[in-house]
């Protein structure tokens, strides 16, 4: 059996601040995929992108009887502009699984189609206790809920006249804190921990000129959040490994320092064989890691076979605490995962 590797925490985490840093709402790609460029031009890696930019990189097996296809995906949960109200405040739409009681009185980003960034927050209609009798008690959605722009303005067509419009892109303030008892904090563990995961494999593969087993293909879609970033896999993929967070709950092993492998999501069961095969791996590489059925759950790979692609699909990731909102996790579980797809790629 080859050793593994070693995993270097702290570059680990430094990548994830990194990462987590650079919006990437759902559907915006611009700044994520120069930062991913950059990173991956400096590791000696070529990009290319497919027509729905998902990003991949493309690298050489030892066999090529087979092309697996790791997945992590870039989008996060945030929101598009809708519309503006008469006195400015903005009406949003939801992109992936938003909950509004997390998200109350967050910092928000717009990011419009002139390439601008413009500032806001997210409030209630009846955003204070001061004034208003229902301001604890009301519902919050997305008819209840508006972003008020940190902008001189005071009506929709001050907010139209900075050029913001329907359908600008709206991502969240990640929040990153790094505990010194190794927490990991973000509103973005969904997916950026799992991406820092898989990016810092592909870098140790290069350091340490571990060539894969099999062809391998590393991709980075940017439409999971609404359940479609998967759905198109070229022909040439066997294998889809989605890298995902796992869930924790009453009715799951999972925790916030082990891998979580999903046995199941809501749509279907995972691959039988390659389930296994991942799992057999953590325990011969003593990788902390689970299995659990997911609920409210689906993952790419899940996208992939739902959209009937003729592949095996998987699924892991840290287990994450919190999900949806401001998420947590530990460093040992982000590394976990880093050295789960390490093994896999080394697939003894
Ligand atoms: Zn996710």
């Known amino acids: 059996m080859r050793e593994m590797p070693y995993v270097d925490e702290k570059r680990l985490v430094e990548l994830f601040e990194n990462l987590v840093n650079v919006p990437s709402v759902v559907a915006y790609y611009p700044e994520i995929d120069k930062k991913l460029e950059e990173i991956f031009s400096s590791m000696g ?43 400015g405040w903005i009406q949003v739409r939801t992109l992936g699984g938003v909950n509004f009681h997390s998200l109350e009185g967050e910092n928000v980003y717009i990011h419009t189609r002139s390439g601008k960034t413009f500032e806001g927050m997210v409030i209630h209609q009846s955003h204070s206790v001061h004034v208003f009798d229902d301001a604890r008690d009301s519902v919050r959605d997305i008819t209840t809920m508006r972003i008020l722009l940190d902008e001189d303005v005071s009506s929709d067509k001050d907010v139209y006249a900075l050029g913001i419009d329907h359908g600008d892109l709206i991502s969240v303030e990640p929040r990153c804190i790094v505990t010194s008892s190794g927490f990991v904090k973000s509103r973005h563990i969904d997916d950026k921990a799992c991406v820092a995961a898989l990016i810092e494999a592909m870098r140790i593969i290069k350091e340490e000129n571990i060539v894969p087993k099999y062809d391998t293909w590393f991709a980075f879609p940017i439409f999971e959040e609404i359940g479609h970033g998967g759905a198109y896999v070229p022909l040439e993929v066997d294998e889809y490994i989605a890298l995902d967070i796992g869930l924790i709950g ?24 390659l389930t296994t095969k991942l799992y057999d791996l953590a325990k011969m590489y003593e990788i902390d890691a689970c299995l659990d059925v997911y609920y409210h759950f689906g993952s790419d790979a899940t996208a992939a076979m739902r959209a009937g692609n003729n592949i095996k699909g998987a699924v892991y990731g840290m287990g994450c605490m919190n999900s949806h909102g401001y998420e947590r996790t530990h460093i040992s579980a982000i590394k976990g995962t880093c050295e789960l797809t390490l093994a896999y790629l080394m697939n003894e």
């Open 45 to 87: 890696y070529e990009v290319s992108y497919d027509n729905k930019h998902t990003l991949y990189v493309k690298v050489k097996g030892q066999d090529h009887s087979k092309t697996i296809c790791f997945g992590a995906h870039l989008d996060t949960i945030g929101m598009i502009v809708r519309q503006v109200d008469p006195n």
């Open 250 to 273: 009453p009715h799951y092993h999972g925790t916030e320092k082990k891998v979580c492998i999903g046995a199941a999501d809501n749509f279907s069961p995972y691959d039988w064989e």
